[in-house]
């Protein structure tokens, strides 16, 4: 092979080691000072097949889940799990992804330190406040999350809340980042076959707001505006995905709507 041959292949080389390396970190979307992956709070219970420990960033991302021991799920790679709101009256997005961070919101307000832990977050416009409320589940290891978003203006508002995560199930599957994905009305997973079968489920705990979840052929954080925008074709669906859920509506001035969501190792 002489050398104008060699240089096609070593630029596929090349295009597919940049490939890999993308698939496991990524640069975000939106660089913030707001955006934190860091563990401010971490929480640990039970042993053998209910281990479950997970961490809580200071904004209110759950940066960290494994279950049973040793088997991480979220903390692979860019770590990408939190919350979004569009709000469809002016069409703007606001959204802290751990990785990545809209950067138009107010400091984070934390309550206590234990379980159950309180963060409440105001959006730079005063417009949306989300309260989430952080505890586990023990017996059956999960980590149960409530959200209240409050509208704060005088006026009625349409809008969506959109909990995500990229799921890496099982260290990431080994470290190849794939792993299959499904969804239903009220939850959606992604899990390994074989003698890895423990995966994560995002639940929503049934509530009268409309809803439904979402799985996305892609690890990128969803729009909070069109969140269903990158379906698979088809479902199960194997590759380096993750979930997602969707809350929506119209809130009066004042009003506020709560919401519950779990993750659930199975």
Request: one cysteine or more; a negative charge; glycine letters at 8%.
């Amino acid at each position: 092979m002489n050398a104008k041959q060699l240089l096609p292949f070593v630029v596929v080389l090349l295009l597919a080691a940049t490939a890999v390396s993308q698939q496991k970190t990524r640069v975000p979307d939106t660089i913030s000072p707001d955006a934190t992956t860091t563990c401010k709070f971490t929480f640990t219970s039970g042993s053998g097949p209910n281990y479950l420990k997970f961490c809580l960033t200071v904004n209110g991302n759950v940066a960290q889940l494994m279950s049973p021991n040793g088997e991480e799920h979220i903390r692979e790679g860019t770590v990408l799990e939190g919350y979004g709101i569009c709000d469809f009256t002016s069409l703007t997005r606001y959204y802290d992804w751990s990785a990545e961070d809209s950067g138009n919101w107010q400091p984070p307000a934390v309550i206590g330190a234990k379980l159950p832990l309180t963060i409440k977050r105001t959006t730079s416009d005063g417009i949306w406040t989300l309260t989430q409320v952080f505890n586990h589940n023990t017996a059956d290891p999960a980590v149960t999350m409530t959200m209240t978003l409050k509208n704060n203006t005088a006026a009625s508002r349409d809008f969506a809340l959109v909990r995500y995560a990229d799921i890496d199930a099982n260290n990431a599957n080994g470290g190849n980042f794939n792993n299959w994905f499904d969804f239903d009305h009220e939850s959606a997973w992604g899990y390994n076959n074989g003698f890895n079968l423990f995966g994560v489920m995002l639940y929503s705990v049934p509530t009268g707001s409309p809803h439904f979840a979402f799985i996305q052929n892609t690890a990128d954080a969803p729009d909070p505006c069109s969140p269903v925008a990158n379906l698979p074709p088809s479902n199960p669906w194997f590759g380096d995905g993750s979930v997602g859920h969707d809350w929506n509506g119209t809130l009066g001035d004042g009003k506020s709507v709560t919401v519950g969501a779990e993750y659930r190792r199975f």
